[in-house]
């Protein structure tokens, strides 16, 4: 094989934790590896949060390993306490169900489903929806000590509100994902989010008590900013890899906006370019990041929707900068919305009227060239007739017409 995963996934910045480190890197060096990540289908889309691991996983089956894509069909049935203070929203089978579906349209463009190591999607919902309540508790609940339950990192916040014990039950049941699918296709590493450590971690403890065989944990660092808040979060919510939820121009601009010190380490994490050519783009700290993040925006939107819709979200920003209508992302509203504070929230750049009001007044919201004045400016039929160009802070530019 080629250079070893753990290498590239050191240099680039992916790796946090693992167990039985030179084992593992001896094992990745000199074999096909089969490994999973699991995806609880809690949405009906997977967002960026979703996005550094779907990267990691390409990487590994371009070195040659075999990766399991598992959905969690059955373990979101329970619900997941990992950085939870709350319990999560029960959801009815048919919800996830569509879920599922849904994810499973959306991962298929990261991997490869044909060849030596061609990548596996399944559902844990197959297996433990067939699980008796005994039998289980009595083979795989024995080897769960409850005092170093109570210690792990994913229950500590439900603790204080009181931790159920449907949730209590989640750390076996995805132990136990991995033993099956160590028994099924000899997986003998399981990867996910650092939040998910003490999972994963039972889970390689599992197949070593009861298989007596070396199984692995590795965790990658959780997307966030240099500040240390997680990344992929904007007014309206969640940034979502669906273009129906977030469109590809507005998946542009969340990556062109990104902060300075944060391109580098994204660019490595959420794009395959040569690390030389990276650090050269990024070799500046002034005005001329710009071209960094640019890039960035360009390449993540490439990879999750394609390079027609990353060249036409590229135009589309270029265009709210230069000045371009033709090119701008277009927002209908109804015709009888003539308000400004009206206008901006029905085309979402404002979540309420007093948003609206407050940017307003600090002179944030311009119409073509033209500084809105007050928040009771009105914009007249005919202008919504033929469209503007509505600009509202650095960020967002569109074009306005009548539905």
């Known amino acids: ?7 590239t996934l050191r240099e680039r910045g992916f790796i946090k934790q693992t167990v039985y480190e030179d084992e593992l890197y001896e094992m990745l060096g000199k074999e096909s590896v089969p490994f999973y990540i699991g995806f609880d289908p809690t949405a009906d889309s997977l967002h960026v949060g979703h996005f550094l691991a779907l990267m990691a996983m390409s990487h590994m089956q371009k070195a040659g390993h075999k990766p399991i894509v598992l959905i969690g069909g059955g373990t979101a049935k329970i619900g997941d306490p990992s950085g939870r203070t709350d319990m999560r929203q029960m959801m009815t089978n048919d919800i996830i169900n569509h879920n ?8 298929s463009k990261f991997f490869s489903f044909e060849g030596d190591n061609a990548a596996v999607m399944v559902n844990n919902a197959d297996w433990i929806d067939k699980l008796n309540f005994i039998e289980f508790i009595r083979d795989i609940g024995r080897h769960f000590s409850v005092n170093q339950m109570l210690t792990a990192e994913c229950f500590k916040q439900r603790m204080e509100r009181g931790l159920s014990f449907l949730e209590f039950n ?3 049941l995805q132990a136990y994902d ?7 296709y000899g997986c003998k590493l399981e990867c996910g989010g650092d939040d998910q450590w003490s999972n994963i971690l039972a ?8 298989e007596h065989k070396p199984a692995f944990a590795m965790t990658f660092q959780l997307l966030t900013t240099s500040e240390g808040k997680k990344m992929g979060k904007t007014q309206k919510g969640a940034v979502w890899l669906d273009p129906a939820k977030t469109s590809p121009y507005e998946f542009y601009q969340y990556w062109r906006n990104i902060g300075d010190q944060d391109v580098e380490k994204c660019l490595k994490l959420l794009t395959f370019m040569p690390l030389d050519e990276i650090k050269e783009l990024c070799k500046f700290q002034d005005e001329r990041i710009n071209e960094a993040k640019k890039r960035l925006a360009f390449e993540v939107t490439k990879i999750v929707h394609g390079e027609d819709e990353a060249n036409k979200a590229q135009s589309q920003a270029e265009a709210a900068f230069g000045g371009a209508s033709d090119d701008l992302p277009e927002k209908k509203v109804p ?9 901006l929230v029905s085309i979402g750049a404002c979540k309420s009227k007093s948003e609206a009001r407050s940017i307003i007044a600090g002179g944030g919201v311009k119409i073509e060239d033209m500084q809105v004045p007050d928040f009771s400016y009105n914009v007249t039929d005919e202008m919504l007739q033929n469209g503007f160009i509505l600009h509202k802070g650095k960020k967002v530019h569109v074009r306005v017409l009548a539905e």
């Open 203 to 210: 889970g390689a403890n599992l197949i070593r008590v009861k």
């Open 170 to 172: 989640y750390m076996p």
């Open 335 to 343: 015709k009888e919305c003539v308000n400004i504070c009206d206008i």
């Open 1 to 7: 094989m080629a250079k070893n995963i753990m290498d």
């Open 178 to 184: 991995f033993l099956y699918l160590y028994q099924k």
């Open 100 to 107: 599922c579906e849904c994810f499973k349209v959306q991962m």
